[in-house]
């Protein structure tokens, strides 16, 4: 498939805030903040002109993982199913979504039905997952999970692609054409090999800025071309001067300050940008998203 972003263009998107609750990144406002608090920001992200809102994806968060990862993460298509009803253009991205827990057909009818309730909006993000007690926990050895998935990335194209898979048929079918788009995340090799031969871009997961270029590099001698969607999660950034401690590396500022600084990602050859902010409320957060979408996106295209 073509890229979804279009040439020149510079795409935007964020993680939403709530739907997962990961002590390592969550803000401390999110904790006590549900659905109203979710749905404000996807609205804000919309109205802002954002290319797409992600809610990325656990089922089973082991006990032992608990106190770094938090217990709470919302389905991430039952959420996306939600929030498209209160959305009108963003696009609806899984970032990333653990295909080894589902059956590909089971995956292709929600993606597929999601799809047509969204009219045409969504962006499969798939990875091969790391928590082998989750991975016991929903009855999937965790050995070999990388060749599996490249089998179930097959089967999810196919039906995706075509209604009728092995003489049964999946349906409702997605409004897209041939399909919706998969992009593969990771950051190690194999992801990028992977996302370079068997999706239609990669969405690296936190991969710094000085370690993208040996990536790059990877991925399109890899696909043996430069075409693709690809992807950075950015440093923090906060519009204008935050008047209280972000206490974390930020890049706040005006909003010519902050367009260079996320140019430094393109001029590697990224084409979209998932950008967060520090905040201390929903209303900051969509506050923040309001005013980038206002000041900074217009400079980055």
Not at 61 to 68: D, E, H, K, L, V
Not at 78 to 92: M, P, V
Not at 195 to 220: I, K, S
Not at 257 to 269: H, K, N, S, V, Y
Request: aromatic share 8%; hydrophobic share 45%.
């Amino acid at each position: 498939m073509p890229p979804i972003v279009q040439p020149g263009q510079v795409a935007v998107g964020i993680q939403l805030p709530v739907q997962a609750q990961s002590h390592y990144f969550v803000e401390p406002w999110e904790l006590e903040a549900g659905p109203a608090e979710l749905a404000a920001v996807a609205v804000a992200a919309d109205r802002a002109g954002f290319f797409y809102v992600a809610v990325c994806d656990h089922v089973a968060i082991p006990r032992s993982r608990a106190a770094g990862m938090g217990t709470i993460w919302y389905d991430p298509v039952a959420t996306l199913s939600w929030l498209a009803a209160q959305t009108t253009h963003t696009r609806l991205l899984t970032s990333v979504y653990n295909l080894l827990y589902r059956s590909a057909l089971v995956a292709a009818k929600s993606f597929a039905t999601l799809d047509l309730l969204s009219a045409g909006r969504v962006i499969i993000g798939v990875g091969a997952g790391h928590l082998e007690e989750e991975f016991e926990a929903v009855g999937v050895t965790f050995a070999g999970r990388g060749s599996r998935l490249d089998a179930a990335l097959g089967q999810l194209d196919e039906a995706l692609s075509e209604e009728w898979v092995n003489e049964v048929a999946v349906a409702p079918r997605p409004i897209q054409r041939p399909r919706p788009p998969i992009w593969i995340g990771g950051s190690a090799p194999p992801a990028v090999r992977r996302a370079a031969r068997l999706a239609d871009g990669w969405l690296p997961q936190g991969t710094p800025r000085e370690q993208m270029p040996a990536l790059l590099e990877l991925y399109r001698t890899t696909r043996g071309d430069r075409s693709g969607d690809i992807g950075a999660i950015t440093e923090w950034l906060y519009v204008g001067t935050p008047t209280w401690d972000v206490d974390r590396g930020c890049t706040s500022g005006s909003a010519d300050r902050i367009a260079a600084a996320l140019r430094r990602w393109t001029e590697l050859g990224v084409n979209h940008l998932q950008v967060r902010f520090p905040s201390r409320s929903a209303e900051e957060l969509c506050a923040q998203v309001s005013e980038f979408g206002r000041d900074v996106l217009p400079l980055l295209s």
